[in-house]
């Protein structure tokens, strides 16, 4: 969230309208005040955590971040936001029952919840605009028996050569730390093309050319760049 949030901040302060401030530093100040007074005192369904997730999750596309600013816009006026609905609720229990059977079953988690207690704490100091919520209770903390197997040690000897990884510089979902850990870790076996943009996602919906030469080059052809690729800033 610190690494994307910089874009939200520009865009909002390039769009006085929403008033939620003139510049960057304005617009960050009005994030920190708007979730203290929610927390103080939730407007509607919204309080500080909630508000906190909501900007968070439309941080994902450059596409949400004008709706992001009416919401903010909104709920600064003390205006009830809708929450957004999840969509196809069995749906969405299906994809997170899938995603638990894999996260709580290929790691050992703690399972006292004091221990999550005090991580939520301490993230709540160390990372302010994204709060507790991320180092909480989930059900992993319960999950029965052992992890399947040990996990996979990913190295630079022990596969194939043929691995592209795409990156976008700000991704508030899948970091550009955690790429170039794992870039580092398969050594000669991959490349990578790191993005100049923000938001979830290079390929094939993203809109930096560069990066989709790329990635439609190893696709159809197998071909990947020479070495690693680092992408301009495209306009929109």
């Not at 996260?103 to 006292?112: A, E, I, K, L, Y």
């Not at 709060?131 to 190295?155: L, N």
């Not at 022990?158 to 508030?172: A, C, I, K, T």
């Given at each position: 969230?610190?690494?994307?949030?910089?874009?939200?901040?520009?865009?909002?302060?390039?769009?006085?309208?929403?008033?939620?401030?003139?510049?960057?530093?304005?617009?960050?100040?009005?994030?920190?005040?708007?979730?203290?007074?929610?927390?103080?005192?939730?407007?509607?369904?919204?309080?500080?955590?909630?508000?906190?997730?909501?900007?968070?999750?439309?941080?994902?596309?450059?596409?949400?971040?004008?709706?992001?600013?009416?919401?903010?816009?909104?709920?600064?006026?003390?205006?009830?936001?809708?929450?957004?609905?999840?969509?196809?609720?069995?749906?969405?229990?299906?994809?997170?029952?899938?995603?638990?059977?894999?996260?709580?079953?290929?790691?050992?988690?703690?399972?006292?919840?004091?221990?999550?207690?005090?991580?939520?704490a301490v993230d709540r100091q160390r990372y302010p605009m994204v709060g507790g919520s991320t180092a909480s209770i989930v059900p992993c903390a319960f999950w029965p028996g052992e992890p399947v197997e040990p996990p996979v040690r990913i190295d630079g000897r022990g596969?194939?050569?043929?691995?592209?990884?795409?990156?976008?510089?700000?991704?508030?979902?899948?970091?550009?730390?955690?790429?170039?850990?794992?870039?580092?870790?398969?050594?000669?076996?991959?490349?990578?093309?790191?993005?100049?943009?923000?938001?979830?996602?290079?390929?094939?919906?993203?809109?930096?050319?560069?990066?989709?030469?790329?990635?439609?080059?190893?696709?159809?052809?197998?071909?990947?760049?020479?070495?690693?690729?680092?992408?301009?800033?495209?306009?929109?």
């Amino acid at each position: 969230m610190a690494d994307r949030f910089p874009d939200f901040a520009a865009y909002a302060a390039k769009h006085p309208a929403y008033g939620q401030g003139g510049t960057p530093e304005q617009v960050t100040a009005k994030f920190f005040e708007l979730a203290g007074r929610l927390d103080a005192e939730p407007v509607g369904d919204f309080d500080g955590t909630l508000f906190r997730g909501l900007t968070f999750d439309r941080l994902y596309s450059d596409a949400t971040l004008p709706k992001l600013a009416g919401e903010w816009q909104a709920l600064d006026r003390g205006e009830p936001v809708p929450v957004p609905p999840l969509d196809g609720v069995a749906g969405f229990e299906n994809l997170l029952a899938a995603r638990h059977y894999v996260v709580c079953g290929d790691s050992r988690w703690p399972t006292r919840v004091r221990d999550y207690q005090r991580a939520a704490a301490v993230d709540r100091q160390r990372y302010p605009m994204v709060g507790g919520s991320t180092a909480s209770i989930v059900p992993c903390a319960f999950w029965p028996g052992e992890p399947v197997e040990p996990p996979v040690r990913i190295d630079g000897r022990g596969g194939p050569s043929n691995v592209l990884m795409l990156q976008n510089e700000r991704d508030p979902g899948t970091p550009l730390a955690g790429a170039e850990k794992l870039r580092r870790a398969l050594g000669p076996r991959a490349r990578m093309v790191t993005v100049d943009q923000g938001g979830h996602g290079v390929y094939p919906f993203g809109r930096n050319v560069c990066a989709k030469d790329a990635a439609t080059a190893f696709l159809t052809t197998g071909q990947r760049p020479p070495r690693d690729l680092a992408c301009a800033a495209e306009p929109s």
